[in-house]
């Protein structure tokens, strides 16, 4: 079964990345009629040649370098031999809640999970961030044998990464 591009994935109606905007107001509703920002729009792009390898459809020398800097900050997390490099994986974490992380990295004990961040403001840190630790509880329901898991928020755009351990105990 295929991946569906960045682009085209469906989106849970509450996802992970909406926890923190229902952490401040239960009542809190995305506009489906708001139209793509530009921003949104470029991270999309920059996401879609993560996921394919390919960079033929970036349009400028910056998004070149964001994704470049991405490539080389992923291959250092979990290196080595032996390493399961999943892409556009869709996580359960409770019944209705689910989302897609943008990279896991499994090797026994321990994995990785990584996720591109190309807007301008940095979210919550990743050891207090709602939507990195409902993708740590799926992770751990989901890897079984994962008895660490190290979160990794890329901010190629501001040139920031924002990293943390969890660990099942």
């Not at 992970?16 to 139209?35: G, N, R, W």
Request: hydrophobic share 35%; charged share 25%; aromatic share 8%.
């Amino acid at each position: 079964m295929s991946t569906p591009t960045h682009a085209a994935r469906t989106h849970s109606s509450i996802s992970p990345s909406k926890l923190k905007s229902l952490e401040i107001s239960p009542a809190y509703q995305p506009d489906p009629d708001d139209p793509e920002h530009p921003i949104t729009a470029e991270g999309t792009l920059c996401h879609e040649a993560l996921d394919s390898g390919n960079d033929d459809r970036l349009e400028t020398d910056e998004q070149r370098d964001w994704v470049r800097m991405c490539r080389e900050y992923t291959a250092e997390v979990l290196p080595g031999a032996g390493v399961a490099v999943l892409r556009e994986v869709k996580l359960d974490v409770l019944d209705g809640i689910w989302g897609y992380a943008d990279q896991i990295k499994l090797r026994p004990a321990k994995a990785a999970l990584i996720d591109y961040k190309f807007g301008w403001n940095p979210q919550e840190d990743t050891e207090t961030n709602p939507a990195a630790q409902a993708y740590v509880f799926g992770m751990f329901n989901e890897y079984r044998g994962v008895d660490e898991i190290s979160v990794h928020y890329l901010y190629p755009r501001i040139g920031q990464v924002s990293a943390a351990k969890y660990t099942r105990a």
